[in-house]
């Protein structure tokens, strides 16, 4: 593990838009924030500062609130015919494939990931998720109702609902996937017909800034999509609160999920959907294909630098190949290549904040006073830029922090397992219920195990999968509904039941 620090290179397109303080877009005009105060984005890699982006604050939250209310009401958006919603959605997916370098370079300058992770995984993923939300623009349908009507004997009736968007959808974002994150939130928001303030993360809002510059060249009607960046306690909180919103959209820490949906509660009651942290079981057989089972054991914890709600870091491993296993994801460790990401090398970048590699180097610390042990790994790398090494743990059990507690870092808490019948009490044995992995050749076991383990997402022979078609969200503490998929569009949408007597 080593990490280089040369200088890095961005496009002119990128160099453009970091030149000049960045502000806020609302009614599709660029906004300075009520109160002119900017904050600093830094580049986790070195901790520069890169850039100077409006703070939003209540105020600001509130103009959005209105653009936005006034598009909706208008109809400008939601009676858009859906055909050319969609066509709309499908042009920004375009020019944001245009200008897939230039936000991939964004992207690892504002997070700290890999380019080549920016450029393979970020932009293509959200590109695929606009065209996949254009698509379903056109297909939100309702259906027609038989109905018998118990006391009206004789009468006949027309019954048949519509689906209407759910109207002004206030969405928070966190900085771990930027721009996809943004991507997962504004798809189905448009396709359904709702208009949109969107708050990126205050560690990370050039991507989601940026790609509301494709949204004015794509020739987006004014206030549909409002862009707020801010802090979480000032903007956010607003937007929670906020009683002409109608529903909100979450991403980020369990902890501000509960906050989010007090704040629902006592302003308007609007909808709530909560995509918040994990603490993800990844089960790996003794009949495991261990040549796919151990690499895809490491990616599960260290892809994004563990700073995935969804990362692989509970590692169960049957006792028959632990030391196998465990051997394997360390030497695979030992040789990953943790530098800053416009190195072609890096395979790991930095953390994205000093906050964060404070939180995981804590845990670490803690860890080791429970008694767990780093067999690679454990602790920071350097004094520049917020890198901390890929972590293996031993000797870990449940009731210590570094096994119960989400760490966000690249760090797995390995523990043997003896009886397959219990694997599932034990892996469903957290608050969380995001994803969960099983390794094995044992198709039967592998499905039926599906069915036990209460997660969203269960990865069978593989990890990190993702696609646009396929809903991703929490059971228990992990969150409220689901992103992607048709599943996301149902909670944009309210349905209506019209009902006719012929
Ligand atoms: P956070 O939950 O505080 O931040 C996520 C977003 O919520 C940001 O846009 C932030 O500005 C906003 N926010 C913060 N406080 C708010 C409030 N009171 N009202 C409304 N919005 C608010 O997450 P943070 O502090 O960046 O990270 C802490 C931990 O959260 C991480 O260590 C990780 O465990 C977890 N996390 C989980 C993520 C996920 O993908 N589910 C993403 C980011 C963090
Ligand atoms: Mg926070």
Redesign the pocket.
């Known amino acids: 593990m080593s990490v280089t620090a040369e200088k890095f290179q961005i496009s002119e397109g990128g160099a453009r838009f970091l030149a000049s303080p960045r502000n806020m877009l609302i009614g599709n005009e660029w906004t300075a924030p009520a109160s002119n105060r900017y904050f600093d984005v830094e580049n986790p890699a070195s901790g520069e500062v890169i850039a100077h982006v409006a703070e939003g604050a209540k105020e600001d939250i509130d103009g959005a609130v209105r653009a936005a209310r006034r598009a909706f009401e208008s109809g400008s958006w939601p009676r858009m015919s859906a055909s050319e919603r969609g066509r709309l959605l499908w042009k920004l997916a375009d020019l944001l494939e245009d200008r897939a370098q230039e936000f991939a370079e964004l992207e690892t300058l504002d997070n700290g990931k890999p380019l080549t992770v920016s450029k393979a995984v970020d932009v293509p993923l959200a590109v695929d998720l606009f065209r996949y939300m254009a698509g379903w623009a056109t297909k939100l349908e309702g259906s027609t109702i038989p109905v018998s009507v118990p006391y009206a004997q004789g009468a006949e009736f027309l019954a048949y609902t519509l689906r209407e968007p759910v109207g002004v959808v206030g969405q928070?974002?966190?900085?771990?996937?930027p721009l996809l994150?943004a991507a997962w939130k504004l798809g189905p928001a448009l396709a359904s017909g709702c208009t949109v303030v969107l708050?990126?993360?205050?560690?990370t809002p050039l991507s989601a800034l940026h790609l509301g510059e494709l949204i004015l060249q794509a020739g987006y009607p004014e206030g549909v999509v409002n862009i707020v960046p801010?802090?979480?306690?000032t903007?956010?909180?607003a937007?929670?609160a906020h009683p002409d919103v109608d529903k909100v959209a979450?991403?980020?820490?369990?902890?501000?999920?509960k906050?989010?949906v007090k704040?629902a509660g006592e302003s308007n009651l609007k909808k709530v959907t909560l995509?918040?942290?994990?603490k993800s079981p990844n089960i790996v057989f003794a009949d495991a294909d261990l040549k796919a089972a151990v690499p895809g054991a490491a990616n599960a914890i260290f892809f994004n630098h563990g700073?995935?709600?969804c990362a692989g870091s509970r590692l169960y491993v049957h006792r028959s190949v632990f030391d196998q296993v465990i051997d394997g994801v360390a030497e695979r460790a030992k040789q990953m290549s943790v530098g800053q990401g416009f190195d072609p090398q890096s395979e790991m970048g930095p953390l994205?904040?000093h906050?964060?590699l404070t939180?995981v180097c804590s845990y670490l610390e803690q860890g080791s006073r429970e008694g767990a042990r780093a067999i690679v790994g454990g602790k920071r790398i350097g004094d520049r830029g917020y890198f901390v090494e890929p972590t293996v743990l031993v000797d870990t059990q449940p009731g210590m922090k570094v096994v119960d507690e989400?760490?966000?870092?690249p760090v797995v808490t390995a523990m043997p397992f003896d009886d397959p019948d219990e694997i599932a009490a034990v892996a469903n044995d957290t608050i969380y219920g995001?994803a969960a992995a099983v390794w094995t050749k044992d198709i039967s076991m592998a499905h039926k195990l599906a069915r036990r383990l209460k997660a969203g997402s269960v990865w069978i022979n593989c990890y990190n999968v993702f696609d646009a078609a396929l809903p991703f969200g929490g059971y228990k503490q992990s969150?409220w509904g689901r992103e992607m998929g048709r599943a996301a569009l149902d909670l944009y949408t309210e349905i209506k039941a019209v009902t006719i007597q012929l």
């Open positions: 928070i974002i966190p900085w771990n996937f994150m708050k990126p993360a205050e560690q801010g802090f979480g306690e903007a956010g909180a937007l929670a979450f991403t980020g820490s369990t902890e501000v999920g906050l989010i704040a995509e918040l942290g994990g700073q995935c709600c994205v904040s906050d964060q939180c989400e760490i966000f870092g995001l969150g």
